[in-house]
């Protein structure tokens, strides 16, 4: 099943209607908030350097943008018309465009973090495996690992599939997404993500439920040496 975030035709139509923020997920306000909250609590200061993979019209950017030093927001999508969306309408809402250098915000659908010239303290991808097949869970893995700090964590939401055949599609409550085991959105067990980062420097811990309204759980991969 084709992952419509790779479709850039539709994404451009979608924002040239207006819907940049429907398109993420909707819910902008309360998830832009949300993770912005989660972030700062575990640990995210001003003067560290943030990678927001999956970065779309910048939901979360934002609050990521206002808050950080200036020039410590960096952002990786697939869609360049979300990208723009985020800076040019946004970003310019908030009145925050001259926080934010446009070299910091990179478009690929291969998660190349090269053109980032020193190390993450901390990232993010929110609801970008949910959409992701174990493969390219694992391809971002592999290529974010050397764009990290030793120590830095890089946070994850996924679905979970606790027991059961994980081919068979599951409810989740609340929101009542419906999810797979071999098509978008996706399902994990939590052994996947371990077996995921087999060979690679990172050290895995499942947080479980940190209260996101569609019963996405969240993942911490910490940068070993």
């Not at 989660?38 to 995210?44: A, P, R």
């Not at 493969?135 to 974010?144: A, F, H, P, Y």
């Amino acid at each position: 099943m084709e992952n419509v975030y790779l479709n850039e035709a539709s994404m451009q139509r979608a924002v040239g209607k207006g819907h940049h923020r429907a398109v993420v997920g909707g819910s902008w306000d309360a998830v832009g908030h949300l993770q912005f909250d989660f972030m700062t609590g575990h640990g995210l200061k001003p003067h560290h350097r943030f990678i927001d993979v999956g970065c779309g019209s910048l939901r979360g950017g934002v609050h990521f943008v206002g808050y950080l030093e200036q020039g410590n927001y960096f952002g990786v999508d697939a869609s360049q018309a979300l990208i723009d969306a985020g800076i040019n309408i946004e970003l310019a809402k908030a009145g925050l465009e001259g926080r934010l250098p446009r070299d910091n915000v990179v478009c690929t659908n291969e998660f190349d973090f090269s053109a980032f010239a020193q190390p993450f303290d901390y990232g993010l991808a929110l609801s970008v495996f949910t959409h992701l097949s174990f493969n390219t869970v694992r391809v971002c893995l592999e290529r974010l690992a050397p764009a990290m700090s030793i120590g830095g964590v890089f946070f994850a939401s996924y679905f979970l599939v606790s027991d059961g055949p994980t081919h068979r599609p599951l409810v989740h409550k609340p929101g009542g997404i419906v999810t797979h085991g071999s098509k978008d959105p996706f399902h994990y067990r939590t052994d996947d993500f371990r077996h995921a980062i087999s060979g690679l420097p990172w050290a895995l811990d499942d947080l479980g439920d940190w209260g996101h309204p569609r019963d996405q759980r969240m993942l911490a991969f910490t940068r070993l040496a």
